[in-house]
């Protein structure tokens, strides 16, 4: 299986981006997904997710500014994001998480797309 994130780029504060993640086979669709992002120095940090029955979660600093999708049809994860500051600006990557159990969880990752903020 591979996830390739595409998307990301330079824009200015108050733009925006949307970034995809497609997949090699039809793993979102028995997956959960998000998108995490790093910046430099710091650790990776959960971004937004939504589950396979489409439920989303995020991270109280792009609440109201992000949104995650899916499109099971297209094997393909979305991140639209609006409103975008300079503390927006990592490396963000797409995941896919499959569970086998409810304790047994195999994560998938893309390969990364830097966003970059200018003030």
């Known amino acids: 299986v591979q996830l390739q994130a595409c998307g990301g780029g330079l824009v200015q504060a108050g733009g925006s981006l949307r970034l995809s993640c497609a997949s090699s086979g039809t793993i979102f669709s028995a997956s959960d997904a998000g998108w995490y992002r790093q910046a430099p120095g710091k650790q990776r940090e959960l971004v937004a997710s939504?589950?396979?029955?489409?439920?989303?979660n995020y991270a109280d600093s792009v609440k109201g500014r992000f949104t995650i999708s899916r499109d099971n049809t297209k094997n393909t994860v979305y991140l639209q994001m609006n409103s975008l500051k300079p503390e927006d600006t990592a490396v963000y990557y797409c995941n896919a998480a499959r569970y086998s159990s409810p304790v047994t969880r195999r994560d998938y990752w893309g390969q990364g797309t830097q966003v970059t903020v200018s003030s």
């Open positions: 939504i589950s396979t029955g489409g439920s989303t």
